[in-house]
């Protein structure tokens, strides 16, 4: 029976892993308390490694085949499905929340001055990116706007919900 290519090269690479664990186990342990130690440490970081190393073989085979990768989905790249652009939209959504949060406080000192004007800048940092897709863009920009004028809670909270979903149809259109 002879083995595919990709199982001897998991295999170089288990018994690497298996041998540095191993030395490293020994070294330690003998640093430790002495040689007794030092090869109980050796066979457990041994055993570990190669226990790891079984229990993720099917992943690591999988990375290692030459197949080619899946074509992108649909209106991928920026703007369109892909976690990058999803990455870029959770992170305006949290910058633009927390700026919501410092104008409308929950309690009439909750925030200073200082840290409203941080906040709002980081928001701001954040919704100029240019990886973020062009709907949450818009939303991200229609959230500012409502926060920044600080006199309507509840066109804030209506706008931020508007900028929840446009951030939900991104990951939904993957």
């Known amino acids: ?18 041998m540095c664990g ?7 342990g003998w640093l430790l308390g002495g040689r007794a130690l030092g090869v109980l440490a050796a066979v457990a970081a041994g055993l570990g ?19 080619p990768a899946p074509a992108p989905a649909s209106g991928a790249g920026v703007g369109g499905g892909d976690g ?13 929340a927390t700026y919501q949060a410092a104008v409308f406080p929950l309690t009439t000192f909750g925030v200073s001055g200082e840290e409203r004007d941080a906040r709002r800048g980081v928001a701001y940092r954040v919704c100029a990116h240019e ?7 818009v ?3 229609a959230a500012l706007e409502a926060v920044d004028e600080g006199a309507d809670a509840g066109r804030a909270h209506a706008a931020m919900r508007a900028l929840s979903l446009a951030v939900h ?4 259109a993957r």
């Open 1 to 18: 029976m002879r083995s595919s290519p990709v199982a001897r090269i998991h295999l170089m690479i288990t018994f690497v892993l298996v």
């Open 22 to 28: 191993m030395a490293g186990g020994a070294c330690f």
């Open 49 to 67: 490694a190669g226990l790891g190393s079984f229990l993720s073989r099917r992943h690591v085979t999988s990375f290692l085949r030459s197949d």
């Open 84 to 96: 990058y652009a999803e990455g870029v939209a959770e992170a305006v959504l949290v910058s633009v």
């Open 131 to 137: 990886g973020l897709p062009q709907a949450v863009r």
């Open 139 to 141: 939303s991200a920009a």
């Open 169 to 172: 149809d991104q990951r939904a």
